[in-house]
């Protein structure tokens, strides 16, 4: 994982409206390195953990329009393993989404599955990322 936010609803809201302050005011100043980012994500009150040296560049692209190349995001395969270990026999058998997911079950009880679901349930969520432009 590039940046993994730390699980609280509060901690994604304010990831989130930092992601919509760079979306609807692109004139805004955008972090270059890991060292503008954990900067700007402290000033935000975003808990976040970003992989790599401060040096490392940070790279914003925007999706393109309509007669631009369709581009279709890929994980490598290390990512993909590091992601599915997360799958593998989770606490409880219950797929590990963020906890701001309960917000629109109600607080509903997660379901307990087994591994074979669990595997399946993550193909389909990355297949989804893959293509679903991320809103």
């Known amino acids: 994982m590039r940046i993994e936010i730390v699980d609280k609803d509060d901690n994604?809201?304010?990831?989130?409206?930092?992601?919509?302050?760079?979306?609807?005011n692109p004139q805004t100043p955008r972090?270059?390195?890991?060292r503008d980012l954990?900067?700007?994500?402290?000033a935000k009150g975003v808990e976040?953990?970003?992989?790599?040296?401060?040096?490392?560049?940070?790279?914003?692209?925007?999706?393109?329009?309509n007669n631009d190349p369709i581009r279709i995001a890929l994980p490598t395969e290390a990512m993909l393993e590091e992601r599915l270990q997360t799958v593998r026999h989770p606490p409880g058998d219950v797929y590990p989404l963020p906890h701001f997911y309960d917000i629109a079950f109600a607080g509903a009880t997660r379901a307990r599955l087994s591994q074979a679901v669990l595997l399946d349930f993550a193909a389909r969520r990355i297949g989804e990322y893959s293509v679903n432009e991320c809103c």
């Open 12 to 24: 994604w809201l304010n990831w989130g409206n930092l992601v919509l302050t760079w979306i609807r």
């Open 48 to 65: 976040a953990k970003v992989d790599g040296p401060d040096t490392r560049a940070v790279e914003f692209w925007d999706y393109p329009h």
């Open 31 to 34: 972090p270059t390195t890991v």
């Open 38 to 42: 954990k900067t700007l994500l402290a």
